[in-house]
C-alpha cells in the first residue's frame, strides 16, 4: 500500500475556494498513491481568535480547557474539508486526534507525542481512500483534548508519516520552497531544491518560518523525507531528507537572520568558579531562553559576560541582573536592543575550513562591525547592528555564491 | 452525593457576563448539593452559524461530518466555561459526549441516545466537585462524533440525570416555566407551578417550545422531576413530574396553538379498503408528518378525508395528491393556509365528561367555526380559521379557569 501524508497549512483551508484546491490536489495525488491521509490546520486566524476568547474570558485561562477549546479549529476544518471529499465521490472521513488516537503527555498547549495507533489508522486505510486528520491536537492515555504547541500540525504529519511507514511527506504552505535566504532582502534569494536535516533546523531556529522546528526533529529521527511545496503552484518544493554527499559540495546552503535579539552584558565580573551559572540560572527559572553566549578569556582575574536574548524578555532579565549583577560584583549591566544575529548555514562546512574567516573579510569588507560571533559544527552566527542585517545578508548569499544553481 | 443536573441553553451562556451568572448560579447549587452536572448548549447563534458554513459547502452537507463540525459549539461553551469555574477555584472539568462516552445510535444529525458511562461520571465525581458536560452530543460505538438533533441538550441533561440518579434536574432557559398559554396572545396567560410529563408532551408538541420533547419522554421513562427555571430570575419556575392526584382536580392544565398548518382535503373517494394507507402510504415515505386525520362516515360509499400537515411540506403534499387522487377515484384535491390549530390539554380530563362540549360551546358562541376535531384521552384539539387563533386561545383561556390559581 503507497501512502501519502500531505500537510496543508491555515492560509491553504481559509476559504471554499482555497480548499477546492486542495481538493484538487488530493484527487491528483491520488492517482500517483494508494491511499492519502491529510493533515489539516485550523483555518488561517481561527486559532488565533479562539486564543483571544480565551483571553477575553479568563487571564491566565487554565491550559487544559484552553486546549479543549483551541482544538476545535482544527476539528472544524476536517468536517468542512471532508464534506467536499464526499461530495467529489471520494472515499473519506474525519479523524480527530483523540479518535485515532495520538497519545501526547499532558503538557497541555505544548503536548508531545508519545504514541500513535497506526493500527488503527491501516485498518481505517482499508475502508477509505483519504483520511482526513485533524493537525495540531492529540490526548493524553485517559483523553484529555491536547495540542502540540504553535506550527504542531506539522508535528502530527511528519508524526503519522513516520507510523505509516509513508513514501514521503508533503507540507503544503504559502511558500513555494526553503529559500537560501529571506527574498525580501535579498533578490537573489534562491529556491532550495534538497536541504538535510540538521541544515534545516538550523534555519528553521533562526527564524525562515517555513517549517515548525520540532517536525523536522521528528522527521529526522524518523527519517522521514519531508517536501515543503506550494498549495497555490505546482513547483515540487524542496526536499528536506538525510544529508548525502551532493549536499557536502555545498559549503554554505542558506542564510538566515533573526531581529528579535537583545543584549546583554555584564562587565568586570571576577572570574571564579560558579560566575556562569549565578548568571544564568535565575534567567533559566524564568523560562527566558538566552541564545548567544560569549565570554571573554579572563583578564587580571576579571571578565565581561555577553548574551542575548529576546526582546520582550529584556525587561525582565535587566530586572533579574540588577539583582544578580551587585553580588557577584560586576562593575556595570549594559544592554542594546538594535542588533540582529545574522547566520551562515552548511553541512558542507564541517569539511571546510576558512567559511568563518570568509564570512568575517566580507562584512568587515563593508564595514559591518561584528559584535559577537558563535560558531557549530555546521553554523556561523554573528551578532550586528540591526541597521546592517540587510546589507549583511546579502554579502554573505553573493560570498558564498549562493545565487548560483549547483544542483 | 446529592447530585444535581443543571442544563443552561443558548442565550444563557452567550456572553461572558452571561456565562459569569451561570457560575453563580452553579456556585450557589453547590451549597445544597454535593455534587453539580452542568450541561451546556452552543452560544446563541454558534449552531445556526455552523450548520450555515456546511451549507456554504455543500448543497447536501455529509451528516457525520456535519455532526463533527456542528459539535464544535457545545465543545466551545464547555471549554470557555470550565475556565470560569476554575478562576473561581472550583475543582472542575469539561466533558465531551466523546470522552464519558453517551453512546448513541450513527443516526448522525438526530441520534438517539443509547448509554451513558455512569460509572466514569460517578469517578470523575469522586475527583471533581463539578463536571461540564457538552450537550447535544455522543458518539457512536466505534467513537465518531453525533449530534442528537435539536433541542438534544435537553435531552442530554435528563438523560445524566437518569443516569446518575440525581435528585431534580433543572433546564434553565430564558423563560421563567411553562406557562398556561403563550402571554404574547393572552395577557392572563399564568404560570404553572407543577405539571405532569404527559401534559407537558401534548404542550411541547404544540409548540409549546419551552422543553424538547424527547427529554420530556425520557424524563417520563426514567422518572426524572424536571424543573424549567429561568436563567435571569430566581423564580422556582415549573416542576415537570409525575401526575398526582391534586393535578388531577384541574381539568385543563393549558391551552396550545400552532399556526404551522395547512389542510389538504380528497373529496368523494370511494371508500374501499386500503384507500387511507395508499393516501397517507406516500406522504410517510417522503417524511411527510401528517398531523390531524379526520375521516367522515362513509355516505353511499363515498367518503372524504382531510388531514393536516406543516405549511412548508404542502407544495409536496399537493404533487403526491394529484398523483395519488385520479388513481383512487376522488373528485377533486382541496386545500387551505389560513388555519390554526388549538388544543386544551390536561390529565383531569380523563376523569371529567363535558369538556369537549364547554370547549365547542365557547367557541361557537363567538361565532368560531369549527373545522375539524381530534380528541385524546388528555387533550381536544380543534382546526380553525388563523384568523381566529388569539380569539380561540384566550376564550378557552377563560373557560377553563386557567387565570385563577388554584395551587
Request: hydrophobic share 45%; glycine share 8%; net charge negative.
Amino acid at each position: 500500500m503507497k501512502i501519502l501524508v500531505q500537510k496543508f497549512g491555515g492560509t491553504s483551508v481559509a476559504t471554499l475556494e482555497r480548499m477546492q484546491k486542495v481538493r484538487e490536489k488530493v484527487s491528483n495525488a491520488l492517482r500517483r498513491f494508494n491511499k492519502i491521509v491529510v493533515v489539516l490546520s485550523a483555518r488561517a486566524g481561527d486559532t488565533n481568535n479562539l486564543l483571544q476568547l480565551a483571553g477575553q474570558w479568563s487571564p491566565a485561562p487554565d491550559k487544559a480547557e484552553c486546549d479543549l477549546l483551541v482544538s476545535t479549529g482544527e476539528q472544524m476544518s476536517i468536517g468542512l474539508f471532508t464534506m467536499l471529499l464526499k461530495d467529489a465521490d471520494i472515499r473519506a472521513r474525519s479523524l480527530l486526534g483523540s479518535q485515532i488516537p495520538i497519545t501526547t503527555d499532558d503538557s497541555f498547549g505544548c503536548a508531545r507525542i508519545l504514541e500513535i495507533n497506526s493500527a488503527a489508522l491501516l485498518d481505517w486505510l482499508n475502508q477509505y481512500d483519504v483520511l482526513v486528520v485533524a493537525g495540531f491536537q492529540g490526548c493524553t492515555i485517559d483523553g484529555r483534548v491536547t495540542t502540540l504547541g504553535r506550527g504542531g500540525s506539522d508535528t502530527s504529519a511528519v508524526a503519522l508519516a513516520a507510523a505509516l511507514g509513508s513514501v514521503e511527506c508533503e507540507i503544503y504552505t504559502d511558500v513555494d520552497g526553503v529559500y537560501t535566504t529571506d527574498p525580501n532582502i535579498c533578490s537573489s534569494a534562491r529556491k532550495i531544491d534538497r536541504i538535510a536535516y540538521n541544515e534545516m533546523l538550523e534555519m528553521a531556529s533562526m527564524g525562515a518560518k517555513v517549517l515548525h522546528i520540532r517536525s523536522v526533529e521528528f522527521a529526522q529521527k524518523y527519517r522521514v523525507p519531508v517536501r515543503v511545496r506550494s498549495t497555490f503552484t505546482d513547483d515540487p518544493g524542496t526536499l528536506v531528507t538525510q544529508e548525502d554527499s551532493t549536499m557536502e559540495a555545498v559549503l554554505v546552503s542558506g542564510i538566515a537572520y533573526d531581529r528579535d535579539q537583545a543584549r546583554v552584558t555584564l562587565r568586570d565580573l571576577p572570574d571564579v568558579p560558579g560566575v556562569a551559572a549565578a548568571v544564568f540560572g535565575p534567567l533559566s527559572e524564568k523560562g527566558i531562553l538566552v541564545d548567544m553566549i560569549v565570554q571573554n578569556t579572563s583578564l587580571g582575574g576579571h571578565t565581561d559576560i555577553t548574551f542575548t536574548i529576546p526582546r520582550k524578555e529584556l525587561k525582565q532579565t535587566l530586572e533579574i541582573m540588577a539583582n544578580v549583577a551587585p553580588k557577584l560584583g560586576a562593575a556595570e549591566v549594559l544592554h542594546d536592543v538594535n542588533v540582529a544575529k545574522v547566520s551562515a548555514i552548511g553541512v558542507g562546512m564541517r569539511n571546510h575550513s576558512g567559511v568563518a574567516a570568509r564570512t568575517f573579510a566580507a562584512l568587515t569588507k563593508e564595514g559591518i562591525n561584528i559584535l559577537m560571533i558563535s560558531t557549530s559544527e555546521i553554523k556561523i552566527t554573528i551578532l550586528i547592528q540591526e541597521k546592517y542585517v540587510e546589507l549583511a545578508v546579502r554579502i554573505l548569499h553573493d560570498t558564498f555564491g549562493l545565487d548560483w544553481d549547483l544542483s
